[in-house]
């Protein structure tokens, strides 16, 4: 193609690539022309404009009759989706738009902001919306990004330190790492307390690892050679603390999940000095326009 060659449909790239996607498609310009409510001498002038701009014959013509070509077959199959997509855009905004407009709110969390975070946020929310309905699934970190990614749900609440650059975090509080035990087992009254003590003892896991949050927790056990009690299956922090009441065991927790009014038996030793605070938060996804319940959901993350 020459440098100075102008063609009509060169500033409208989508059109030529819409008129030879229903062409391939169909198998004739007129069914093409019907189905965009297009005259057939315009999306012959589209295809012939992008096959002058590509410089490649798209169809072998044999008289009214067109077959798409191997080059055509390459590049159909490579915008096939982006047409799709592109056409289906109406009826997939309109939806959105349907559903911003209920008062609906679907979102996940980790077990720990489940039993512990969820309560008030929600409560928040239906001071705000008293109509709202909300669905909320329990799920580990890997899992509640991938429903967010694929909007499943419209947010996460979970504990990060870092995230793919396509979500959002908004911070609700940050907790520090703290060990639990029996109020009156070593790891809490000793005045000259060493990490390396937890070897001395057995604690109480999860054997998934999907649902590992607290940093460090499983490198901790590993370098000072912890023996482990009992592994749970989808253990919760009330599981770990009941085994902890009934048991010489400790375990390594977030302290969002410690009530001294209500943990009477247990007590606490903060590790802040070894290992990092855990930042709990709402996860969205980035560039979204959100719906007014996600709005008070993020804002119920503000009023501690």
């Not at 077959?73 to 096939?80: D, F, G, V």
């Not at 329990?138 to 504990?159: F, R, V």
Request: glycine share 4%; hydrophobic share 35%; charged share 25%.
């Amino acid at each position: 193609m020459k440098e100075n060659e102008v063609f009509y449909y060169k500033s409208n790239r989508l059109q030529q690539l819409r008129g030879f996607y229903y062409t391939a498609m169909l198998g004739s310009v007129s069914d093409a022309a019907e189905k965009m409510g297009l005259q057939q001498c315009s999306v012959s002038m589209q295809i012939k404009s992008l096959e002058r701009d590509l410089e490649v014959n798209l169809f072998e013509r044999a008289g009214p009759k067109m077959n798409i070509s191997e080059a055509g077959h390459q590049l159909y199959e490579l915008i096939s989706p982006h047409i799709e997509s592109i056409d289906s855009l109406p009826s997939a905004f309109q939806k959105k738009l349907k559903e911003k407009q209920e008062k609906k709110l679907t979102i996940a969390a980790n077990q720990a902001s489940f039993n512990y975070l969820l309560p008030r946020l929600i409560s928040h929310c239906k001071e705000s919306i008293p109509e709202l309905s909300i669905r909320v699934k329990m799920e580990n970190p890997s899992d509640g990004l991938e429903l967010l990614k694929k909007d499943k749900i419209q947010a996460y609440i979970a504990p990060f330190s870092e995230l793919p650059p396509e979500f959002e975090f908004h911070e609700i509080c940050s907790a520090e790492v703290i060990i639990i035990a029996q109020k009156d087992h070593p790891l809490i009254t000793s005045e000259n307390f060493h990490i390396s003590d937890i070897g001395k003892y057995q604690t109480v896991r999860t054997p998934d690892v999907r649902f590992f949050t607290v940093p460090f927790f499983e490198e901790t056990l590993r370098q000072h050679k912890v023996k482990v009690y009992a592994e749970v299956e989808n253990i919760d922090w009330e599981i770990c603390k009941s085994f902890i009441c009934h048991t010489d065991t400790f375990t390594i927790v977030s302290d969002i999940c410690y009530d001294p009014k209500r943990d009477h038996n247990i007590g606490k030793r903060s590790l802040k000095e070894l290992i990092p605070n855990m930042r709990y938060g709402i996860v969205i996804k980035k560039g979204k326009i959100h719906s007014e319940p996600v709005k008070h959901l993020l804002e119920s993350a503000k009023n501690p």
